[in-house]
């Protein structure tokens, strides 16, 4: 494929600009996992601070 003229010819140009832009958007793609885990690292830590002060509030009402 490179050996017959291509680039000479100029017709890889544009396979080197979709390479550009498949990888732009898996650059995209990676921000957008590590924020949806952040999210999700977010959310137990939330969920975790609530069970600890129900249970701290249900040993008060025993009391």
Request: glycine share 8%; aromatic share 8%.
């Amino acid at each position: 494929m490179w050996g017959r003229g291509d680039m000479a010819a100029g017709k890889s140009s544009g396979r080197i600009r979709k390479d550009e832009n498949r990888y732009a958007s898996l650059f995209k793609l990676d921000w957008v996992i590590m924020s949806i885990l952040i999210l999700c690292l977010m959310a137990a830590l939330l969920y975790g601070m609530i069970s600890l002060m129900e249970r701290q509030c249900l040993k008060r009402r025993k009391k």
